[in-house]
C-alpha cells in the first residue's frame, strides 16, 4: 500500500476509535449515574471506562503512525532513502531530534555553525 493509502486508513481508524472514546466516555457518565441513582451494576461504569481507555490508546497510536508515515514519506521525497526516513522519524518521536536527517538535511551534506555569534 502507497503512503497515500496508508494516510488514509490511519485517519479513518483514529477517527473511528475517537469516537468511539468519546461514546464510551458518554456511557460511562450515563452508567455512572444510573448506578449512583438507580439500580444499575456499577460493573457497565467499569466495563465503559476499559473500553473507553482503549479506545483512545488505539486511537492516538493510528494518529502517530499517520504522523509517521506522513513524516517518513517527506523526507524520502526529499532525497532521503526510506532506512534513513525511518531512523529520522525515531530519533525526533524519541526527542533527539538533533541529528542532521531529523532536521530534513542529509548527514553526508556540508554542515554549517548554525549558532554563531555575533560579532
Known sequence: MNSKGQLIVFELLSGLFGWVWIG???AALAFAALALFGDWSWWNVLF???VSGV???LARGFLDNQKRVAFEADMV???MSPQEAGQA???AYAGQGTSPAASGRRS???KF???RELQ
Open 108 to 110: 553526508d551534506a556540508p
Open 89 to 91: 522519524w525515531l530519533e
Open 55 to 57: 479506545a483512545k490508546w
Open 48 to 50: 465503559a471506562v476499559i
Open 113 to 115: 555553525e548554525e549558532n
Open 24 to 26: 464510551s466516555g458518554i
Open 77 to 79: 521525497s526529499k532525497g
